[in-house]
């Protein structure tokens, strides 16, 4: 069968099947079979494709259509310009996430402070590890730390920091949120805490795409009666982290602005609110008092 008809039959497929961006996944899932960039799959259209090959892109297609996103078929995805390993152990990064890396590096040139300051950051919840990699990536001099209750989550962070060449840039610890560094040797200590934890509540999580829904890990989104539940445990132990004038900087989910920041009162100073490019509230930031 040739490339062109594989391809065309494949996206015949998933929109049958009411993929979301059918398109796109069935290139990805070519692309991901044959070991080959998108211009290859326009540059060489009547290539002939082998039995094999065929049957395993109708495989792979029907995983796709059966609601399994296409990063867990292919074992990848990009997050900040880097190629992250991602299993269904951890949530697949999201390119409004990057909006909390941005934040980051936009506090620090606020702040007249230099990119290669020796930062003290810690991600809370890192799932594939992607803000904190994302952010020792940007700040060659930082010391990260990254936290996360789930042992099978830390495995893949380990793996991709290994695979970016960052693993000595990063420590990765298990626990509740801050409690790995809720001691005397950190308290006060850090630069920024950082992160994008489960908000999303349990009766919403209903409605959200069968991809979501079915095959993302449930951990990741937590079992959240409200959805703000976190930020309310996770305020309190970053004032005991940070120090005086030290950032905290969350992502939010789009209904959640003001219930977060009910959350910042004593102990917090200039809050601010940053929106993703769709103009939804998406970034949450406050300074520890001092
Ligand atoms: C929404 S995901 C975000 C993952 C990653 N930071 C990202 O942006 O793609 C939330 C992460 O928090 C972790 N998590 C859930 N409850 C936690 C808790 N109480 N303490 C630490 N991590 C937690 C989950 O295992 C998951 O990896």
Redesign the pocket.
């Known amino acids: 069968m040739q490339l062109r008809v594989a391809l065309r039959t494949g996206l015949k497929n998933l929109v049958e099947h009411h993929v979301p961006s059918a398109d796109l996944a069935a290139e990805l899932l070519l692309m991901y079979l044959l070991n080959r960039e998108r211009a290859f799959l326009y540059t060489h259209p009547d290539l002939d494709l082998s039995d094999e090959e065929v049957h395993s892109y109708f495989q792979l297609i029907a995983e796709r259509a059966s609601g399994r996103p296409t990063q867990y078929i292919t074992g990848h995805q990009e ?1 900040w310009g880097l190629d992250f390993e991602v299993n269904p152990a ?5 390119p409004e ?1 990057e909006h ?1 890396v941005e934040t980051v590096l936009e506090l620090i040139s606020e702040q007249r402070l230099a990119r290669n300051g020796s930062y003290r950051i810690v ?9 904190a990699l994302a952010l020792a990536s940007e700040l060659p001099q930082a010391s990260l730390f990254a ?4 042992a099978a ?1 830390l495995e893949v962070a380990a793996r991709n920091a290994a695979r970016l060449g960052m693993d000595k840039r990063v420590e990765f610890i298990e ?3 801050l ?1 790995p560094v809720l001691n005397p040797e950190f308290l006060g200590r850090f630069d920024f805490v950082v ?5 999303v509540a349990r009766a919403e999580l209903e409605y959200v795409q069968r991809e979501v829904r079915d095959f993302e ?1 449930r ?4 079992d959240l009666a409200q959805g703000e539940e ?1 930020y309310g ?1 996770l305020f309190p132990q970053a004032l005991q982290v940070l120090k005086p004038g030290g950032h905290a900087v969350v ?1 939010i989910g789009y209904n959640k602005k003001e219930a977060v920041l009910r959350l910042l009162n004593e102990g917090w100073t200039e809050t601010q609110v940053r929106p993703d490019l769709a103009g939804i509230p998406r970034v949450v930031t406050a300074r520890k008092n001092g």
């Open positions: 997050f951890v949530l697949i990064p999201r996430t909390v991600d809370v919840g890192t799932g594939s590890g992607c803000i936290t996360d209750i789930s989550a626990g509740d949120l409690a992160s994008n934890p489960p908000y890990p951990i990741a989104w937590g976190i445990r992502e």
